[in-house]
């Protein structure tokens, strides 16, 4: 009956089935007894799963929903949100992951009983590993977050005579699960004390359900009431050097994710102890606001003081989810595990979660896992590492385990720091230790002294606590200007590393020159903070269209006596379209540069590439930090003759699209040819169709859809994954779903072994049925992709299988086919001609510029 509750969308029905969506609108016109909607909206409505399963399979339309979709499926209509829904199966993958047997022993019996018993065994393996999570509060997600939480009394408890507490009334678990052992008594009971009256056991009396306490009882901060405070479990001293974080939350009444000693009383949280303290000493300079007040001295790391009272402390990042809440999710969660006992709890969950962000790409900025390594390598091996700006792990998920490591996370998204918390406890052996909050603003690791911080700040932020921090120790180098987000976040990373430390931070490239921040890179160069500045090229990160900066600091244990920064720029290895850089170019460039400087302290002129810059020659007004500024053009002696080869291979190019050009066309009357589809095609067995998008086990070139549209060899990459990635062979057609182009293209040998990448149909023809030139040719008819296409706000989405091609005679398509070929040859002709003209006219622009070729 759980399983009622997961609902899919009109899409999750035409990937259940392998049809379009118009196949499904369809079918809901024709069909009365298809099922009706039970949620969405009019235009975008949402059905039962189950419902939705077993017509298809009353139809014949559905032999068994694939495990993966049905996990899919179950995780995208879970009525808390997907959210909450990869939260709760995270927690139970490491489960499976660290305790399988336990995994066993629970899932044996009701679904009541399984949600009865996991949240003991949860907290039993997410103590260990996260630190202290204990606290019932939302649906497993740190921080009081209205968006994950706050539903959860209406999603769980609607009608608790027959609903979700009833049914823990059968299975004879209630009084707080006292009766089945789990997690030990709770005086008075109270299994959920939501920050909502409708919380989870509101209306449970009639049911004779866990009585709760009234309202104030359950929902007053600690220092009203003790409901919540159960005896102390975790004895262990505190994590951090100073004192643990303390929580007043009403959603969460345990301790935070980062300590380990008991529960504090909120009245308590206002004396946390600062980990810096201001020392007599000369201020530094600070902006250029007149009015700006003076920046604090460098301060003792050895002492404390009070530090201003942040307005909404950190939070436990994860909290262990109640029975309750989890049942709902218990057709998911046995899902998922069934899918973890083919490929693994840790590839579960990856899969799940790339699932996700690949559906909502606008609502996460994420880091791709090639800039992730680069970073991670750049700051060196490490047994603590912070990022406080975590996002969904990337960063932390890229750091070379290392027996006893620690890595701690902060991030203001409560669902992203669950999230973090759960990818990366499952990814190594490391205690993860994360929370919820505003790190500029409440510092959730103030004693922490990191071996590494690696972040990827949020860029161009005006509201990031400039008027609240203006006297906060962290600003050593100066008071960052209100424009100036990104050198707050320096000088915390600064803070937050020991003396020695390594911090890698990924900047905008106007936070190397804004004028607004001059005086602070002065004084970071002045005291050897600031070691390298790395230029990316286009398109390593979002967003793409600008050349972001690495930034490498170091906290100085002592002053150099004569300093040298490391500047070095990677533009010249931007990949063609939007096809992303050269990573493997980037990362020999940046990290031979970088050992070399580290390890000498200078490094030797690498036109065009990368030079060592005395830090005096760069305290000018500006302090501009740009490498491009500062390095020599690359070697341009063979510059002219050069140009010569290019001039000639432009020719040559030139006088082969004049060969190729398509001969005069002779006019014919319109052919009226019996006409099949791609999907009839499939379905008869003449052509197999695939879709790509996975990784699989090793690394391959990936072909995208933008080498596609470009007709440029392969370049993308894809993260590895057990399930086999669909490699294709000479002679398959791939064809673009978006964009709304005709496009498709015919592998080639130099092609042909090239993994499929996400947006793309490969079609893999019989040969003895169909030419493979043949059915390109006439998969790119503009009117064909034209009634194949449908339409949304912004993209339009090509259906590949309601693409039409002729009935003909395999030697009438084989004539076919040698036309659309020679076609190919003038196109790609054109392209290469079209990329050395740019080339020609860009280097006598440079050449006539700075001297190299005369003008005569």
């Given amino acids: 009956m759980q399983d009622n509750a997961t609902e899919v969308t009109a899409a999750g029905i035409a990937r259940l089935a392998g049809v379009g969506r118009a196949a499904v609108s369809n079918w809901r016109r024709r069909h009365a007894d298809f099922p009706k909607p039970v949620g969405g909206t009019e235009t975008s409505p949402s059905f039962a799963l189950a419902e939705v399963e077993a017509w298809l399979r009353k139809q014949g339309k559905l032999a068994e929903v694939p495990l993966r979709e049905r996990v899919w499926q179950q995780l995208a209509g879970h009525p808390e949100g997907p959210l909450t829904a990869l939260v709760h199966t995270g927690c139970v993958l490491l489960l499976i992951h660290e305790r399988p047997t336990v995994w066993l022993d629970a899932s044996a019996g009701s679904d009541a009983r399984l949600a009865a018993m996991l949240p003991g065994a949860l907290e039993k393996v997410l103590t260990p ?90 929902n007053s901060s600690p220092t009203a009431s003790t409901v919540n405070t159960p005896p102390t479990v975790h004895n262990s001293p505190a994590v951090h050097h100073g004192p643990a974080v303390h929580n007043d939350s009403s959603v969460h009444n345990g301790p935070s994710v980062h300590s380990e000693s008991p529960i504090h009383n909120a009245s308590a949280m206002h004396h946390r102890p600062s980990v810096h303290s201001t020392v007599p000493g000369t201020s530094t300079d600070i902006t250029d606001s007149p009015s700006a007040p003076t920046a604090p001295s460098a301060p003792n790391r050895a002492q404390t003081t009070p530090a201003t009272t942040p307005t909404t402390p950190p939070t436990s990042a994860l909290t262990t989810p109640t029975g309750p809440q989890l049942l709902p999710s218990v057709p998911l969660l046995r899902g998922a595990a069934e899918l973890a006992a ?95 909050g505003d790190t500029l603003r409440a510092d959730a ?185 500062h390095l020599p053009p690359a070697a341009v002696a063979d510059g002219a003759e050069q140009l010569t080869r ?29 006409l099949t589809t791609v999907g009839e095609l499939a379905r008869g067995g003449a052509l197999v169709m695939r879709t790509g998008g996975n990784g699989g086990h090793a ?96 993209a339009t989405r090509l259906d590949v299988r309601r693409l039409h091609l002729p009935r003909l005679p395999l030697e009438e398509q084989r004539r076919y086919g040698a036309r659309f070929r020679a076609l190919d040859e003038f196109e790609r002709a054109l392209r290469h001609a079209s990329r050395l003209g740019e080339q020609l006219v860009r280097g006598m622009y440079d050449g006539l510029t700075d001297g190299t070729v005369a003008p005569d």
């Avoid at 990373?493 to 390594?502: E, F, K």
């Avoid at 592998?747 to 947006?759: F, H, K, Q, S, W």
Wanted: one cysteine or more; aromatic letters at 4%; proline letters at 9%.
């Fill in 129 to 218: 590993r996260v630190g202290g999570v204990r606290g019932r509060g939302g649906a497993g997600v740190g921080g009081a977050s209205g968006s994950v939480s706050a539903r959860a009394g209406a999603g769980v408890d609607a009608g608790a005579g027959s609903g979700v507490n009833a049914a823990f009334g059968r299975a004879g678990v209630n009084g707080g699960f006292e009766q089945a052992g789990v997690n030990g008594p709770i005086n008075p009971p109270v299994v959920n004390p939501s920050s909502s009256a409708a919380g989870v056991n509101s209306g449970s009396a009639a049911a004779g359900v866990n009585s709760a306490p009234t309202e104030s009882a359950v």
């Fill in 646 to 674: 290019v001039r000639e291979r432009l020719g040559a190019t030139l006088r082969l699209t004049a060969d190729l050009t398509p001969p005069p066309a002779d006019p014919a009357p319109p052919a009226r040819w019996p």
């Fill in 445 to 629: 690791h103030p004693g922490l002294l990191a071996d590494a911080v690696l972040c990827h700040p949020p860029f161009n932020e005006r509201n990031w606590g400039h008027d609240e921090l203006a006297y906060d120790p962290r600003w050593e180098y100066g008071f960052p200007a209100r424009t100036e987000s990104e050198l707050a976040w320096v000088q915390h990373a600064l803070a937050r590393l020991t003396d020695g430390g390594t911090a890698v931070l990924l900047m905008p490239p106007a936070a190397a020159s804004r004028r607004s921040g001059r005086r602070i890179r002065a004084d970071l160069l002045r005291r050897g903070a600031l070691r390298a500045v790395v230029a990316l090229p286009v398109g390593a990160a979002p967003p793409y269209n600008i050349p972001l900066h690495l930034w490498v600091l170091r906290r100085p244990d002592r002053t150099p006596a004569a300093p040298e920064v490391l500047l070095v720029d990677t533009g010249r290895f931007a990949g063609e379209a939007r096809g992303g850089p050269d990573w493997e170019a980037v990362r020999e460039a940046v990290l031979d540069a970088w050992r070399v400087f580290a390890r000498e302290g200078r490094l030797a002129e690498r036109p065009g590439l990368a030079r060592s810059v005395p830090v005096i020659e760069l305290l000018d007004d500006d302090v501009d930090l740009a490498p491009a500024r």
């Fill in 699 to 794: 690394r391959v070139p990936v072909l995208t859809d933008h080498d596609v549209l470009a007709g440029t060899a392969p370049s993308g990459t894809l993260p590895e994954s057990e399930e086999e990635a669909v490699l294709t062979e000479p002679g398959d057609v791939v064809v673009p779903v978006l964009g709304g182009g005709a496009v498709a293209r015919v592998i080639d040998e130099a092609t042909g072994g090239a993994a499929l990448g996400r947006n793309l149909v490969l079609l893999r023809p019989d040969r003895t049925a169909l030419d493979p030139w043949f059915l390109a040719g006439f998969l790119r008819g503009t009117a064909n992709n034209r009634q194949a296409s449908s339409y949304a706000s912004t």
């Fill in 342 to 436: 083919e490929i693994g709890a840790r590839q579960t969950f990856e899969f799940l979660l790339g699932r996700h962000l690949d559906a909502n790409p606008r609502q996460y900025t994420l880091t791709p896992a090639e800039l992730a390594g680069l970073m991670a390598d750049l700051a060196g091996p490490a047994r603590t590492v912070l990022d406080p700006a975590c996002g969904t792990g990337a960063l932390l998920r890229a750091v070379d385990p290392r027996p006893g490591q620690e890595l701690y996370a902060q991030d203001s998204a409560p669902e992203l720091a669950a999230l973090s918390t759960l990818r990366l406890a499952l990814h190594s052996r490391a205690t993860v230790r994360a929370a919820v």
